[in-house]
């Protein structure tokens, strides 16, 4: 898809350059809506807790909420995947913990991207121990790489290619996080 339409000082800011666009703000948009729709339809009663996850969900999450037609709370996470190198090692720290209480309450877990899923496949097995009604994980973007997709995984929003993408959100040395589109990197 074309950058044509995108100002010239975006297509520089971070230091790489961006290649095009993979999912425009209108697509994210109506996909957004759609998630919301089917949220609202699948939790009919019970207390709902939205969690996200810092700081890549932070727009997705925003647009997300305010689609679900239902009484719920929303509170974060900010989880610290360390060991060594640059892949993620499954190695999972709460660095923020929700003040929310979990227990008895249908946890929805809202994330920006899938990769390998291990951080994810730790932070599931953290909260299931504090025994919440019911976990579910809400994902704007898939890319498959997962061996073992967590079965929590109930909700996708696009299936992504395997390139590094930014923007919506989503940043590459914390940048283009404040793009409404997602492109890719060159
Ligand atoms: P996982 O544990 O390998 O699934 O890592 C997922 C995390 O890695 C995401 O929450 C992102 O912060 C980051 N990540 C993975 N792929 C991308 C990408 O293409 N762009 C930006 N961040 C990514
Ligand atoms: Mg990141």
Redesign the pocket.
Known sequence: MSTSRMPEVLRRTGGREIKGIVFDEATIQRRVDELGAEITAAYPDGDLLVLG?LK??FLFLADLVRRIERPLQVDFLVAS?YGSGT??S?NVRLVYDPETDIEGKHILLV???????????RLVQLLSARRPRSMAICTL?D?H??PEPPKELRFVGFD?PP????GYG???AENYRHLPYIV?LA
């Open positions: 996850l890549g969900s995947s892949q993620s499954g994330e920006d991207i899938i990769d390998t899923g291990k951080t994810l496949q973007l890319k790489l997962a992504c390139a590094f993408v930014v989503l940043d590459h890719d």
